[in-house]
């Protein structure tokens, strides 16, 4: 079983920053991928971005340039930093875990707010 407590999220105006920390317990974070989803009001869960147990990383093309997730294995914990926010990046963030060979998330964080607004 593993657990995955999120952090960072807020209100900030366009333009701004935030960084988003996602947490897991146990020690197979290590081999896990993992990432954040989103989800906006009446909208469905897109993903915003991704990063394979070695580093690899992808991005929605939404947030390419201006958001940037990394990982730090000793510390199971993985970070989404959000620069040059905009309205449409409010949404509420959900961090994931899932195993290299499956194709879906496996673990879920409890969801944090990001809401951009003037």
């Known amino acids: 079983q593993v657990q995955l407590v999120e952090s960072g999220g807020g209100e900030v105006q366009p333009g701004g920053s935030l960084r988003l920390s996602c947490a897991a317990s146990?020690?197979?974070?290590?081999?896990?991928?993992m990432g954040w989803y989103r989800q906006a009001p009446g909208k469905q869960r897109e993903l915003v971005a991704g990063?394979?147990?070695?580093?690899?990383?992808n991005y929605a093309d939404s947030v390419k340039g201006r958001f940037t997730i990394v990982r730090d294995n000793a510390k199971n914990t993985g970070y989404l930093q959000m620069n040059d926010l905009k309205p449409e990046d409010t949404a509420v963030y959900y961090c994931y875990t899932q195993h290299p060979l499956i194709s879906t998330p496996g673990y879920w964080g409890q969801g944090t707010q990001v809401t951009v607004s003037s």
């Open positions: 990063i394979t147990s070695r580093g690899s990383t």
């Open positions: 146990g020690s197979i974070f290590t081999i896990y991928n």
